[in-house]
């Protein structure tokens, strides 16, 4: 994959599927990067808001996820996933 993003920078899906493979491996600060070029080209993809949330929850950046899963559901309040995900850290943040 990241050889084919260095031949196309600008290639939407790849960089979110990037983004993801990335996340997996747990390399959170590349997973990132991958997804916000993917959100500078299109700020309103919903995938790469989902993966930036989790990225952000797997590194433990509870409030920033939050915000990526409620940003993803103002576009589609019917993301299951996303509104579970932002459900549990809704109850992390208020037993905080």
Not at 22 to 40: I, S, V
Request: with cysteine; net charge negative; aromatic share 10%.
């Amino acid at each position: 994959c990241s050889e084919n993003i260095s031949r196309s920078p600008n290639y939407l899906s790849g960089l979110v599927v990037l983004g993801e493979s990335y996340l997996t491996l747990g390399d959170y600060e590349k997973a990132k990067e991958m997804l916000n070029a993917a959100l500078k080209q299109d700020p309103d993809n919903l995938r790469a808001l989902y993966f930036l949330g989790r990225t952000a929850q797997s590194a433990g950046e509870v409030l920033l996820a939050y915000s990526y899963y409620e940003r993803l559901l103002e576009a589609d309040p019917y993301c299951e996933e996303a509104s579970l995900e932002a459900e549990k850290l809704k109850q992390e943040i208020e037993s905080k």
